[in-house]
């Protein structure tokens, strides 16, 4: 009786285990799909106010990436580096390549870039050098 209570308990945890590996985890391309809100950033040492705060949105569908500024908006092709550590995110604008790094948590979204054409910051300390900007998301409802 107990052999077969113990292969019972082994083959209910083979099973559990093998749905956990089945169940694909989301990735990032996936989860940063949607909107954005800006909650707070900086550029050049300067935080940004808050009428730039409340009027900027970050629009992600496909790769594509829409920023919202009151009646404005520019559109850049993006691709993600979630293999670098930090991560990294490239911006096409039009043939000019702006390369940054970001950090996804949840509903949070961090993300750190300098000038275009420059190298991608090392990590989100750099943002010291007074450079850089950063901008501070949380994602919407959807």
Same mark, same amino acid.
């Given at each position: ?6 292969? /019972?308990? /082994? ?10 590996? #089945? ?7 996936? *989860? ?9 950033? #900086? ?5 940004? +106010?808050? $009428? ?5 949105? &970050? ?5 594509? /990436? ?7 908006? +520019? #559109?850049?092709?993006? +691709? &993600?580096?979630? $293999? ?8 096409? *604008? ?9 950090? /996804?948590?949840?509903? *949070?979204? +961090? ?5 275009? #054409? $420059? ?7 750099? &943002?010291?050098?007074?450079? &850089?900007? *950063? ?6 409802? $959807?």
């Amino acid at each position: 009786m107990r052999v077969v209570a113990v292969l /019972l308990l /082994l083959c209910t945890n083979v099973q559990c285990d093998r749905a956990k590996q #089945e169940i694909p985890a989301m990735k990032d391309i996936d *989860m940063i799909q949607g909107t954005w809100a800006l909650i707070s950033g #900086e550029r050049h040492g300067e935080k940004f +106010t808050d $009428e730039v705060v409340k009027n900027v949105k &970050l629009t992600f569908v496909g790769d594509i /990436l829409k920023t919202q500024k009151k009646n404005d908006v +520019t #559109e850049a092709v993006f +691709t &993600l580096h979630p $293999e670098k550590n930090p991560k990294g995110i490239d911006l096409d *604008m039009d043939g000019s390549l702006g390369r940054g790094i970001y950090k /996804l948590e949840g509903k *949070m979204l +961090t993300i750190l870039h300098g000038e275009i #054409e $420059e190298p991608r910051p090392a990590g989100f300390d750099a &943002l010291k050098s007074g450079n &850089l900007t *950063m901008l501070v998301l949380r994602k919407e409802r $959807e």
